[in-house]
C-alpha cells in the first residue's frame, strides 16, 4: 500500500469517527435544555451567578416569582437591585436605603431564560473536566456572545465557548472560553439554581425612601 493510500485512508477514517460523533451528540439529550425546560414550567426559581477575584466578590441572581422579577446584584462595594412587579420597575439602592420608581419603562428582564434557549437552540459536544477536585460532566456551545458573563472582557472577533457543568442534572458552574487573535481568556462561574424564591425579596422595605434623582 503507498503513502498516499494510506495517507487518504486515514483521513477517510478520522471523518468517519467525526461523523459518528457528531450523530451521537446530535441524538443526546441536553441536560441544559432539561433545565430550561423546568425553569420555564416553574416560573419560580433563583438562578444565582458568583465569582470571586483577589479584587471582589461578585454576586447577580435572577428570582422570577410568576410574573413577578426581582435581579439582584452584590459585591464587596454596593449592593442593588431591580424589581419587576405588576409591570411596574424600581430600582433598589440597599447601601443608601432608597429606590428609585421606573414607573412602566420596560427593563430587559428575561436574561437568563433568553441565554438559555439560544444555546439549546446550538449543537454541543460534551466531555468531562475536574474543577477543585471533583469531575463534572459538561456540555460546550459555541457562541458569536454570551449574557453568562461578569469580568471578562470580549472584542468583537472573539471565538466564545460556554460549558455548563452539571452534578448529576443540577448546574454547578459555567465556565467562558474566550479567544481571539491577541489572547485567550477562561472565566469561571459558581451557579446556584434552586427552585423555590424568598418572598421578601420582592418587597421594597418600610424604611427606603423613595429617591426623586437617580
Do not use: W
Not at 6 to 22: G, N, R
Not at 118 to 147: A, W
Request: aromatic share 12%; hydrophobic share 35%; with cysteine.
Amino acid at each position: 500500500m503507498s503513502k498516499k493510500t494510506i495517507i487518504i485512508s486515514a483521513s477517510v477514517m478520522f471523518l468517519l469517527i467525526f461523523a459518528v460523533a457528531l450523530i451521537l451528540t446530535s441524538n443526546q439529550k441536553s441536560r441544559v435544555k432539561s433545565i430550561y425546560d423546568k425553569m420555564l414550567k416553574s416560573k419560580c426559581f433563583t438562578f444565582s451567578m458568583e465569582e470571586t477575584t483577589p479584587e471582589i466578590n461578585y454576586k447577580v441572581s435572577m428570582i422570577q416569582r410568576e410574573n413577578d422579577i426581582c435581579i439582584d446584584m452584590y459585591s464587596d462595594e454596593e449592593h442593588t437591585s431591580t424589581l419587576i412587579l405588576e409591570n411596574k420597575s424600581y430600582f433598589i439602592m440597599h447601601d443608601e436605603k432608597e429606590y428609585y420608581d421606573y414607573g412602566d419603562e420596560i427593563i430587559d428582564s428575561d436574561i437568563i431564560l433568553s441565554s438559555l434557549k439560544k444555546n439549546i437552540q446550538k449543537p454541543f459536544l460534551t466531555g468531562k473536566e475536574e474543577i477543585n477536585e471533583s469531575t463534572f460532566y459538561y456540555e460546550e456551545y459555541e457562541n458569536e456572545e454570551t449574557d453568562f458573563i461578569i469580568f471578562a472582557n470580549i472584542k468583537e472577533d472573539s471565538n466564545i465557548k460556554t460549558r455548563f457543568y452539571f452534578n448529576g442534572n443540577n448546574i454547578c458552574y459555567i465556565k467562558n472560553i474566550i479567544e481571539n487573535e491577541d489572547e485567550k481568556q477562561e472565566e469561571l462561574i459558581k451557579i446556584d439554581l434552586k427552585y423555590k424564591v424568598d418572598d421578601e425579596i420582592f418587597n421594597i422595605p418600610e424604611d427606603y425612601a423613595e429617591s426623586a434623582d437617580f
